[in-house]
């Protein structure tokens, strides 16, 4: 069975950090890609970053301008996100999400991943 399970959510200040990370359990080749995603009250759940694990390789939503970094663990179990500058509107639920896609997908930002977590709520205050 797939598990995801996130955490490090929280109030934050514009300007500060927060750092996110999330658990991944289960077998088979599910975390092949995986991904954050962010969703605003009211708004569509929009792809924020994924990580390819076989090697590290990434992809972040361009209007980030180097804010987020992603990461992983060396067994690939664990993914996180950095979070830095933070702003008001990264206020959102933040959602890892694993999938079996090859890099190309992957690092095109890929959305359609199979397993979600249940989210993690990150609010920015000004």
């Known amino acids: 069975q797939v598990q995801l399970v996130e955490s490090g959510g929280g109030a934050g200040q514009a300007g500060g950090s927060l750092r996110l990370s999330c658990r991944a359990s289960?077998?088979?080749?599910?975390?092949?890609?995986m991904g954050w995603f962010g969703q605003a009250q009211g708004k569509e759940r929009e792809g924020v970053s994924n990580?390819?694990?076989?090697?590290?390789?990434?992809y972040y939503r361009d209007s980030l301008n180097g804010r987020f970094t992603i990461s992983q663990n060396n067994a690939g179990t664990t993914v996180d996100l950095q979070m830095n500058s933070l702003k008001p509107e990264d206020t959102a639920m933040y959602y890892c999400?694993?999938?079996?896609?090859?890099?190309?997908?992957?690092?095109?930002?890929?959305?359609?991943?199979?397993?979600w977590g249940q989210g993690t709520q990150v609010t920015v205050s000004s």
């Open positions: 990580i390819y694990t076989g090697d590290g390789r990434t």
């Open positions: 999400a694993a999938g079996s896609m090859y890099g190309g997908d992957c690092l095109n930002g890929e959305k359609r991943f199979a397993y």
């Open positions: 289960g077998y088979g080749p599910f975390r092949r890609c």
